[in-house]
């Protein structure tokens, strides 16, 4: 079969030919309905040299973002139907710590033991037109579309869990949050504010067409730029914003984010941007009690719950197809910053 390979160090994909996997026990085998393309592949191939990341060493089949059809069920799966379809769980821990146990694999405490971070990120992924996951990772999608399920397995769920971990801050009358940098995640956390509270949902960026994407979901926009700031604490009425999604993660960002948050307030860095944020707290100058923290991908529950909202019509993911024999092109544009939403791969279009 095809598949989507990262080889070397700093060394972009290659599109080869290697066996069709088999289930082992507990496993299955999916027909890969659509694989996403992340800004976490391009800094894997782009960016690790040796030593960087020892659990996401070269050679594997990328792809973390993966929706299919079961096709072959491994010994000792139950409740998993061939033919049906699923989008997969991507972590993958060791199972039974005490972040394993209620679905939190991304903190997994034996991650060293496991060899590799989850499927697609030391793990062959979906990028191919098989892969094996664990039967535990694999959430049904009823009659909802496979492709717009890839999208939502890292792009949808991260956001979602740093939106949900924030909620106490929205959950009242008068609420605002804010949303900086509209690309996937971005145009996903707005809906996903949308849906979840009745916060006043601010957004920002510095592409004219991702702010009127994000209108169109209910968002008030602010363009990046001269006054942005002032122009973000005028709409809460001066106040400050009480959650902020920073969805880029680099020291402007940062920056805009601890200039915007209010007093009480709480800011998420969610993206994983490459330059670092050189902000300093200033006493006096700061909001009393603001929270600044990270978060990184989210729960397997999270991902029930957010294939749910999928199934109620309250998410529409923004993205393009391309065919497996495009993906490296589609690769290519991502590196380029060509993509606008989501690159989704799609290796067969049926079961």
């Not at 949808?156 to 995640?185: D, F």
């Not at 800011?267 to 050189?278: E, F, K, P, R």
Request: hydrophobic share 40%; net charge negative; aromatic share 8%.
């Amino acid at each position: 079969m095809k598949a989507i390979r990262y080889t070397d160090y700093q060394t972009f994909p290659q599109l080869v030919e290697v066996d069709k996997p088999t289930a082992g026990p507990g496993e299955v085998v999916l027909k890969v309905a659509a694989s996403g393309a992340c800004h976490s592949d391009v800094a894997v191939f782009n960016d690790f040299v040796e030593g960087t990341n020892p659990l996401c060493a070269p050679q594997f089949t990328l792809g973390h973002e993966v929706a299919g059809w079961a096709d072959e069920i491994g010994e000792g799966v139950d409740g998993i139907e061939r033919g049906e379809a699923y989008v997969v769980y991507g972590p993958v821990g060791c199972g039974h710590c005490r972040f394993c146990m209620v679905g939190q694999d991304t903190y997994c405490e034996n991650v060293a033991e496991v060899g590799y971070l989850g499927i697609g990120l030391g793990r062959d992924g979906g990028m191919a037109e098989y892969v094996v996951v664990p039967a535990r990772n694999l959430v049904p999608l009823g009659d909802a579309d496979p492709v717009k399920a890839s999208a939502l397995a890292d792009a949808g769920l991260t956001p979602y869990h740093a939106i949900k971990l924030s909620l106490p801050k929205l959950n009242k009358a008068g609420s605002t949050a804010l949303v900086i940098g509209l690309g996937g995640l971005g145009l996903l956390a707005v809906q996903i504010l949308k849906a979840m509270t009745s916060a006043t949902i601010i957004a920002t960026d510095t592409k004219e067409d991702a702010l009127r994407e994000a209108e169109k979901f209910g968002a008030l926009t602010v363009p990046s730029g001269e006054g942005q700031t002032e122009k973000i604490r005028e709409l809460t009425g001066g106040r400050g914003v009480d959650a902020v999604f920073d969805m880029v993660g680099v020291g402007p960002t940062v920056e805009t984010a601890m200039k915007t948050v209010g007093t009480n307030g709480r800011v998420t860095i969610v993206g994983l941007g490459a330059a670092g944020s050189d902000y300093n707290w200033q006493w006096y100058k700061e909001p009393y009690e603001a929270e600044l923290v990270k978060t990184y991908w989210g729960t397997l529950p999270e991902l029930n719950e957010l294939i749910a909202l999928l199934q109620q019509g309250d998410l529409e993911p923004q993205y393009t197809t391309y065919t497996l024999d495009e993906g490296l092109d589609a690769y290519q544009k991502l590196l380029n910053g060509e993509v606008s939403g989501r690159a989704i791969i799609v290796p067969n279009e049926r079961f």
